[in-house]
């Protein structure tokens, strides 16, 4: 069937409907439309978030099947919106509403953001390059690879220290330039071998920018803001923040790795006062205290490593001598 011209009827619910958008009134606006349309856009919370709405249509045309069955309305218009978080922006769109038992019953848009626009717009920013290329001068846009979601996984793997399912998310080899300016080539047996001088880590990312020069092939790269702590088993912590740029491959694959960072700014005064009355390490002591007061030496020395020494600056002795030697010292003075 063919489109015939519809009713002023169904244009000036449309145009009821403008102002009522524009007026930032919820009951007026949801009163135009059906249930099912009010149940499905919920436009409390976008007039909640707005300072004001400006939505100025320049053509409004109804539109119905022959019979009268179908009807909408094509809406041609600009409209401004500002933020109360003091965000601006001007689109230019084009909608249809479809009309049933004389209410707004469901709407489609298409818009065209002004390049003038704070934000929004499909591109961005400027690629240089190190030195000229065919791709210096380009702007940047956002990609949508899957890169935030394979991040997402790894981070969580190393979080978990599971060298197998990390290994998943890199090429065969990767090129890794570390903050210290020392380059790697990683392989396989580096993620399996990656957690074995460490305790524990825990990588918190603040924000994965998934990007791509416009007009290039679908390579990427994702820059992960974040925190990582390290604590080795020698005893020492890595504590910095970070900034690293991971290069995805045409198989969506990490192919490369840079990397920056700077010192966590520990509060020095937290760092001072904080102790723990629990924990593994205090069980332990406790244990081996509880064993010498009683005099129970074998029981005490089980709490030592069989290459523990000591030092014991009452004696006028730097020289750190095993452990087994403490245990005589005490035994004869248990004897006497």
């Known amino acids: 069937k063919a489109f015939q011209l519809g009713s002023d009827k169904d244009m000036e619910l449309v145009m009821k409907l403008v102002d009522a958008y524009n007026a930032m009134d919820v009951k007026a606006y949801e009163d135009l439309n059906t249930d099912e349309s009010n149940e499905k856009y919920n436009m409390s919370t976008w007039f909640e978030a707005m300072d004001s709405l400006s939505w100025v249509p320049f053509a409004v045309i109804p539109m119905h099947l022959e019979g009268g ?34 209410k707004i019953n469901w709407f489609s848009q298409w818009s065209r953001d002004d390049k003038e626009n704070e934000f929004g717009l499909r591109s961005g920013g400027k690629f240089f390059g190190q030195g ?32 197998d399912s990390i290994k998943m998310a890199f090429a065969d080899t990767v090129s890794f330039l570390a903050a210290d300016g020392s380059k790697e080539q990683l392989v396989a047996e580096n993620w399996e071998k990656l957690f074995d001088p460490m305790d524990s880590v825990s990588w918190t990312p603040f924000s994965i920018v998934p990007l791509k020069i416009e007009d290039t092939d679908p390579t990427s790269g ?8 390290r604590h080795h088993k020698d005893g020492s912590v890595f504590n910095k923040d970070l900034v690293e740029l991971f290069f995805f491959d045409m198989d969506r694959k990490i192919s490369s790795v840079n990397q920056w960072s700077r010192e966590k700014d520990i509060d020095k005064e937290k ?45 006028v002795n730097d020289n750190p001598q095993s452990i087994d030697e403490l245990v005589k010292i005490h035994q004869l003075a248990k004897d006497q």
């Open 271 to 315: 760092t001072k006062n904080d102790f723990t009355l629990e924990g593994p390490e205090i069980d332990l002591i406790k244990k081996a205290v509880q064993h010498f007061t009683k005099g129970e030496l074998d029981a005490y020395r089980s709490c030592f490593t069989d290459s523990a020494t000591f030092v014991h600056n009452q004696w």
């Open 69 to 102: 069955e179908y009807r909408t309305v094509h809406v041609w218009s600009n409209e401004y919106r500002r933020w109360k978080n003091g965000s601006t922006q001007k689109v230019v769109l084009m909608e249809a509403f479809g009309i049933k038992d004389d």
């Open 222 to 229: 994702a820059i992960v803001l974040s925190n990582e702590v």
């Open 132 to 163: 000229e290329s065919e791709y210096s001068g380009r702007a940047l846009v956002f990609s949508n690879r899957g890169e935030v979601e394979i991040l997402e996984k790894l981070i969580k793997d190393y979080n978990n220290m599971t060298s």
